[in-house]
């Protein structure tokens, strides 16, 4: 209720009304680009922004954060090698006269895990690198 009487009031306020189109913004609620005039909104020039924006004026910013999701995954990639050996722990001293096959199927468990890390940390490269 309190944000509407505020917004009553800045709607109110003639210094807001008489507000020229090139000059700053009075208060947070003018500088929103849905309440300025029509003059302000027509002399900026239009800019493509977003997904429909030129290659060349991407940000750098967002394949830096590309990268760092999908490096998450290598963190998920250790915590399933870490688990992979705890699991070969529990399992040799359960029984101990399957040491050999157990230690084979964990290398083989191991060798794909360290394939999902390579083909990760390939693809964050490829975000973080692209145009």
Do not use: H, W
Request: glycine share 10%.
């Amino acid at each position: 209720m309190a944000l509407l009487r505020q917004a009553v009031r800045a709607a109110q306020a003639p210094t807001l009304r008489s507000m020229a189109p090139g000059a700053p913004a009075v208060c947070r609620f003018m500088a929103s680009p849905a309440v300025q005039p029509a003059a302000a909104k027509e002399a900026s020039p239009i800019r493509s922004v977003g997904l429909g924006a030129p290659l060349a004026k991407r940000n750098a910013g967002v394949s830096v954060l590309g990268c760092a999701i999908a490096m998450v995954a290598v963190g998920g990639c250790a915590q399933g090698i870490g688990q992979l050996f705890a699991a070969l722990v529990v399992g040799m001293a359960r029984n101990p006269s399957m040491k050999e096959d157990l230690f084979t199927y964990t290398l083989i468990g191991m060798g794909f895990l360290e394939f999902l890390a390579i083909v990760v940390i390939l693809i964050a490269g490829l975000l973080l690198y692209s145009e």
